[in-house]
């Protein structure tokens, strides 16, 4: 059996704790710059894309705008545009949230990326159900959150069927015959439960027709969306076996939608940090985890997950021996505790804590800021390939812990291991993400081949 | 002489409706970066002020108001503001001024992705709000309904502000929101303070607490205050109510005067909307005329070549702004006559596209540079600082020096 190929994804990281703007290389968040060299790190070590995680409201703690985490990040696709200019190959990923937007603005706006970078754009389709966001929108946060995934797979379907709304050849442009466009292109109606709308589209497809898609959650439902209708699924399952076990469960839900296996990568979000030994590794490993959890936050983290103020408590002691107040949100626009639920999440800490005799902030640290790899450029290259060749996963999206140096070393010192390894490729062989990532040409529903 | 201020409306293969007909057109290649790419470095390379780039949330149609079924004319466009933001990194000076549709959009978004441009394009960033026209167009989104204008409305400026009356009070609120999003950051919010692990001073990020009539927004922005503290605001104008619009919220206005005389009537009702408004007098907005022009430098050539296209195309072409026919000197007469109405610069509709570009970096600003009345190398970084605008203090910046934080 041929050896798998690892498709690698980088994110410049922002509003996670792991983000150590505190160092003295760290730049700015918000700079151009900033993006467009992680961006251009990623396409010199050939990476299949680049990708922006999206956050419609500042996350607020005990009633307050959280100040200790990087705050502050530019629209994705606006910044994907424009290094859509500073780059050739790599592919350009965005988020965009499916609750607070509209099928046609964000199909145009993704076409639009497609057009710019000549076939590299990437959506990555979110659900949000939350009031606390929807305070910044006109339309509020009015979705329940049994509505939030059928209200997103009828949004991409909508958006796919405005790409379809333009056949091949719609676009004509022929000055000889004076024929711009064929008639009718662009005519579109969908009738459905959370969409009616009908009318012209403004923009044809893309070089990629349908551009890729992305799907983030882990939940059944979100697997199941993603095992519907995206090409590549981030995971959460960054140890060999409950990754296994994940990437089992998503591949078995793609038969029943006509799609093999191969037509959806799963890509767990990692990190990594290298040493020239192990123990240097290890070494440096542990000093970025405590640049990570300051006693600071380390404290808020606990708050956020007790669900009442703990100011009291000091950071380097116990936990603390007052239980967590049930329903009570003191962190907003914060997940960290959603897919194992309250109540499992500090019974899961208190017990780690007490087997291992950990302050607050070891505990936080232990849970929170573990880094996927660690060790020498070797050992780390063999871990991932490691990792994909048992079918843990397709490949990773790297998040660095330094903007935007951080993805420096994995680019000069793993990435040409793995290209030895025959695992990464040398070079780009294809124009187009759908290329990269090896997927097929898009389905076009109006396929005029069709008999 | 105070120079006047140069910009280019730029928008398929040209304004003319037949533009993409002509031998020297791409209009094969309207969808891609590289065609925008060279038409704006040839303005930079004219050291014009800025570009603006149309958008509409439909297919391009040839009524104001309607649909169409039309095959024969430019149909499909790009996003503006990604546009914009693709040909950021490729310029250094100009200005890039992309149209939103405020009544369909979430005023949030629009905020984010102004900011995010200014901040890719290092303080070049512009904004042109524009509400619908097309009662069609709402069906796009299934939302609400606009009003159906007729074709009688379409004939008078005036019926159609009175007719939209309604969203052009929307739009007032959106820029009103964008606008305090912009500043809901103070410059300094980012303080990295390593002693406390703070990131931010949270006493500098404001909540806007926006409630309007038509719909409110909490804040603050996710993204920090872009370089120019408030991007360029530019609103197009045809009448009282767009005229009270521009001169409540806008730090440009463009207007479409027939005639010299025109401009003059124009420029006066808009500084009576502007006395309306409210706004400090020392609160500089400035004015640009609207005009199409096609250039050729041989005397009848170019109304000759518009009167082909015109033949071509099956109709006479007009539009809501004024048709100039000449040569660059002739428009650089023009130019400097009305001038003196009180107008601060000129958005060129170039006729056809690449033609009437290359006439105007090529022939009109070398000529108005040898009569002293254009910048001979771009003497500014930012487009505010280009248009002579001061950058903002932030609102809450100088409410707190004033000692009450709203």
């Given amino acids: 059996m041929p050896v798998k190929q690892i498709h690698l994804a980088a994110q410049l990281p922002s509003v996670q704790h792991t983000v150590i703007w505190s160092d003295p290389h760290a730049g700015s968040q918000i700079a151009f710059d900033s993006f467009a060299r992680l961006a251009r790190t990623a396409e010199r070590g050939k990476f299949d894309f680049f990708f922006l995680s999206e956050g419609l409201r500042l996350r607020e703690h005990k009633g307050r705008v959280h100040d200790l985490d990087v705050a502050g990040r530019p629209e994705a696709l606006t910044v994907l545009g424009a290094l859509s200019a500073v780059t050739t190959h790599i592919g350009l990923a965005a988020t965009v949230n499916s609750t607070f937007n509209e099928p046609y603005d964000v199909a145009r706006r993704v076409a639009t990326l497609d057009h710019l970078s000549g076939g590299r754009a990437a959506w990555n389709v979110v659900t949000s159900y939350d009031a606390f966001t929807g305070e910044n929108f006109r339309r509020g946060g009015f979705l329940d959150e049994a509505d939030r995934y059928t209200r997103a797979a009828e949004f991409l379907h909508t958006a796919q069927e405005l790409w379809d709304s333009w056949r091949p050849g719609d676009f004509r442009a022929d000055a000889a015959s004076g024929e711009f466009i064929r008639a ?64 089992r469960d998503v591949k078995a839900r793609l038969a029943k939608y006509g799609r093999a296996p191969e037509d959806l990568k799963i890509i767990p979000s990692v990190s990594y940090v290298l040493g020239d030994t192990p123990a240097e590794a290890a070494e440096r490993a542990e000093e970025v985890a405590r640049a990570q959890v300051g006693p600071e936050t380390a404290l808020m983290l606990m708050e956020a997950a007790w669900g009442r103020d703990l100011s009291g408590y000091d950071p380097d002691g116990p936990l603390p021996d007052v239980d967590p107040v049930p329903e009570s949100v003191v962190t907003k626009g914060h997940n960290l505790y959603r897919s194992r639920g309250r109540d499992e999440t500090v019974r899961h800490w208190r017990k780690i804590a007490e087997e291992g005799g950990l302050s607050i902030r070891e505990l936080i640290t232990e849970v929170t800021a573990r880094p996927t790899f660690v060790g020498t450029p070797r050992q780390v290259a063999d871990a991932m390939n490691e990792f994909v060749q048992s079918d843990a996963a397709d490949g990773f999206v790297f998040s660095p812990n330094v903007v935007p140096g951080g993805l420096d070393e994995l680019v000069d010192r793993v990435v040409p291991l793995l290209q030895e390894m025959g695992v990464h490729r040398a070079e780009y062989t294809g124009g187009t993400l759908r290329d990269h990532l090896g997927l097929r040409p898009a389905r076009h529903h109006h396929s005029e081949e069709t008999p | 002489m105070t120079h006047l201020h140069l910009a280019v409306a730029l928008d398929g293969a040209g304004w003319h409706p037949a533009a993409w007909r002509e031998p020297d057109a791409r209009p094969a290649e309207i969808l891609t970066a590289r065609y925008w790419a060279d038409l704006v470095t040839e303005a930079e390379r004219g050291l014009l002020d800025f570009v603006t780039f149309e958008d509409t949330l439909g297919l391009q149609t040839s009524a104001f108001h309607l649909p169409d079924d039309r095959t024969d004319h430019v149909r499909g466009r790009l996003d503006a503001v990604l546009l914009s933001a693709a040909l950021a990194p490729l310029t250094s000076h100009i200005g890039l001024v992309p149209t939103t549709n405020v009544t369909h959009t979430e005023p949030f978004h629009l905020a984010i992705g102004i900011a995010s441009l200014d901040h890719a394009s290092l303080g070049r960033a512009g904004w042109r709000p524009q509400i619908t026209s097309r009662a069609a167009d709402a069906a796009h989104f299934g939302r609400r309904t606009t009003p159906q204008l007729t074709d009688e409305d379409v004939r008078d400026s005036e019926l159609i502000a009175a007719r939209l009356r309604e969203l052009f009070d929307e739009a007032h609120e959106v820029v009103e929101v964008v606008r305090r999003l912009w500043d809901s950051w103070e410059d300094d919010a980012e303080i990295r303070d390593a002693q406390t692990g703070r990131y931010l001073d949270r006493d500098k990020v404001h909540h806007i607490d926006f409630v309007g009539a038509h719909f409110s927004v909490r804040g603050p922005s996710i993204t920090p ?68 022009v096609f250039l050729d430098d041989e005397p009848g050539r170019a109304a000759g070549r518009k009167h082909r296209l015109d033949e071509l195309d099956g109709s006479v072409f007009g539009s809501d702004a004024a048709v100039f026919t000449g040569t660059p000197g002739e428009l650089a007469d023009l130019l400097l006559e009305w001038q003196g109405t009180g107008l601060d610069g000129f958005r060129l509709r170039p006729g056809t596209l690449p033609h009437d570009l290359a006439a105007i970096t090529g022939g009109l600003v070398p000529e108005l540079q040898r009569r002293g009345a254009f910048r001979t190398a771009y003497g500014a970084d930012t487009l505010r600082g280009l248009l002579g605008l001061p950058r903002p203090a932030n609102r809450h910046a100088r409410a707190g020096a004033a000692g009450a934080v709203r």
């Fill in chain 1, 184 to 247: 009718g292109a662009g005519r579109f109606a969908h009738r459905g439960q959370h969409f009616d709308i009908s009318g012209r589209f403004s923009t044809p497809p893309g070089p990629q027709g349908r551009p890729v898609i992305i799907q983030a959650g882990d939940s059944a439902e979100g697997r199941e969306f993603a095992a519907a209708d995206a090409d590549v699924i981030f995971s959460r399952h960054s140890d060999l076996a409950s990754g296994r076990a994940a990437y």
């Fill in chain 2, 225 to 292: 205050r872009p370089p120019q503290g408030q991007p360029v605001v530019a609103v197009l104008a045809h009448a009282g109510t767009p005229y009270e619009l521009a001169a409540a919220g806008a730090d440009v206005v463009f207007v479409t005067p027939q005639s010299r005389a025109d401009a003059v009537t124009r420029l006066g009702e808009f500084e009576q909307a502007r006395q309306r408004s409210g706004r400090p007098a020392g609160d500089p907005i400035r004015a640009f005329a609207d005009l199409v």
